[in-house]
């Protein structure tokens, strides 16, 4: 038995960007960075921040780009996964994401209104699982 399911409470860094497949997906692209606090040996207080890039697609991708804004607190559970890309020069990069299956709205930060809790399938209901978002391949991600 395997598992890859992450849990995150954070704040995004920047406005969400919204676009869209050739076959007219959407897709929303945004980060979130989660801190930590702790003290050393000597009692001096210390804080690491983690960035974490996150996805999400369908119904669910248009309604963080009209809610979510830079500095709102946001819940993402979803998955990691790492994809490949040539960039200009031709030189293999690897990226790790969290492909979001469930995004909560949450209080603070830069965005006022409010939303409901969305799902992968974009509905205000949970569901179980989902793969996270249509199959795609390479013609398909807009970056």
């Given at each position: 038995?395997?598992?890859n399911k992450v849990i995150l409470i954070g704040?995004?860094?920047?406005?969400?960007?919204?676009?869209?497949?050739?076959?007219?997906?959407?897709?929303?692209?945004f980060s979130i960075a989660t801190s930590e606090?702790?003290?050393?040996?000597?009692?001096?207080?210390?804080?690491?921040?983690?960035?974490?890039?996150?996805?999400?697609?369908?119904?669910?991708?248009?309604?963080?780009?009209?809610?979510?804004?830079?500095?709102?607190?946001?819940?993402?559970?979803?998955?990691?996964?790492?994809?490949?890309?040539?960039?200009?020069?031709?030189?293999?990069?690897?990226?790790?994401?969290?492909?979001?299956?469930?995004?909560?709205?949450?209080?603070?930060?830069?965005?006022?209104?409010?939303?409901?809790?969305?799902?992968?399938?974009?509905?205000?209901?949970?569901?179980?699982?989902?793969?996270?978002?249509?199959?795609?391949?390479?013609?398909?991600?807009?970056?």
């Amino acid at each position: 038995m395997s598992v890859n399911k992450v849990i995150l409470i954070g704040n995004l860094g920047k406005d969400p960007e919204v676009r869209f497949t050739q076959t007219g997906s959407a897709v929303a692209n945004f980060s979130i960075a989660t801190s930590e606090q702790w003290n050393d040996r000597d009692g001096k207080r210390q804080e690491r921040t983690e960035w974490h890039n996150i996805v999400v697609w369908g119904k669910q991708a248009e309604t963080c780009g009209q809610y979510l804004a830079k500095g709102r607190q946001v819940y993402v559970e979803g998955s990691i996964r790492t994809r490949s890309y040539d960039d200009k020069t031709g030189t293999k990069r690897y990226v790790t994401e969290i492909v979001a299956q469930r995004i909560r709205f949450l209080g603070g930060g830069g965005g006022t209104r409010m939303a409901p809790e969305m799902d992968a399938g974009g509905g205000a209901e949970e569901t179980s699982g989902g793969a996270g978002g249509p199959p795609m391949s390479d013609d398909d991600i807009p970056f």
